[in-house]
């Protein structure tokens, strides 16, 4: 490992910008500063309990993600669906550097994409402030303006978990025509190590110990723009 700078590690030679054509962004906690579910559980008078099952699936103790989404949407099931635009509105946050990352990775001619296991209340606006060219998540299910504690089935499937993220990588590798050596993707718990095994660059971002250990940058002090100090 070779530190970049406090905080900033790289595993084997620095890599070149140009060598690369898209890259793949986790949302929560990594491009925003939030676990959204958290924050709609903690409005919702569940908070602990949602929490808990959230930071266990991001050690990778609980190993089946879905199971996990199913039991934290369970305790939410009947909240009102108001709660998703308080949160928008009031919690979510950026963190430091996405907007500045995603700039430059624009610039530097490559495409972006988001894809999440969080909700598509969530990642529109997201998208959306950072120019994403493609996106993937979660649909919550709404019946009479009350959370049903479900996700819609959507073309591709349910539930964005690892596989899905993966998958997700490799479609828009080969819909750009480019290899999935040629990707990055920047992630922060176990849910991203799949998708960041396919990629040419895996970068965590303070990240769990697991997801650290399997990267190639780790940034653990910094903002995401900090990445941009890695290329050669």
């Known amino acids: 490992m070779t530190e970049i700078a406090p905080g900033l590690t790289l595993r084997g030679e620095r890599p070149r910008l140009q060598d690369f054509r898209f890259a793949a962004f986790d949302m929560d906690s ?11 559980a903690q409005l919702a008078g569940v908070g602990e309990q949602v929490a808990a099952i959230t930071e266990a699936a991001m050690r990778g ?12 949407l369970a305790l939410l099931a009947g909240q009102p669906e108001c709660l998703l635009e308080q949160v928008l509105r009031e919690r979510l946050v950026f963190n430091p550097g996405a907007r500045e990352l995603c700039t430059a990775l ?22 959306a402030e950072l120019g994403m060219d493609f996106v993937r998540a979660n649909e919550l299910e709404v019946q009479n303006g009350c ?29 750009l025509g480019c290899a999935p050596t040629q990707a ?35 940034i653990e002090n910094g903002g995401l723009n900090d990445l941009l100090a890695v290329f050669a």
């Open 30 to 40: 990594t491009l925003i500063g939030i676990e959204c579910i958290d924050e709609i």
């Open 61 to 72: 103790e609980i190993t089946d993600f879905r199971e996990s989404l199913q039991r934290r």
């Open 106 to 127: 624009k610039a530097a001619g490559l495409k972006l994409g988001l894809v999440s296991g969080g909700f598509t209340h969530f990642t529109r606006f997201v998208a």
């Open 147 to 175: 959370l049903t504690g479900q996700v819609r089935p959507q073309a591709w499937g349910d539930v964005v978990d690892a596989q899905a993220k993966r998958q997700f990588v490799l479609e828009h590798c080969e819909r």
């Open 184 to 218: 990055i993707a920047v992630g922060d718990g176990a849910n991203d190590l799949q998708m960041m095994a396919v990629a040419g660059l895996s970068v965590a971002y303070h990240a769990k110990p697991a997801v650290r250990a399997q990267a190639r940058v780790s």
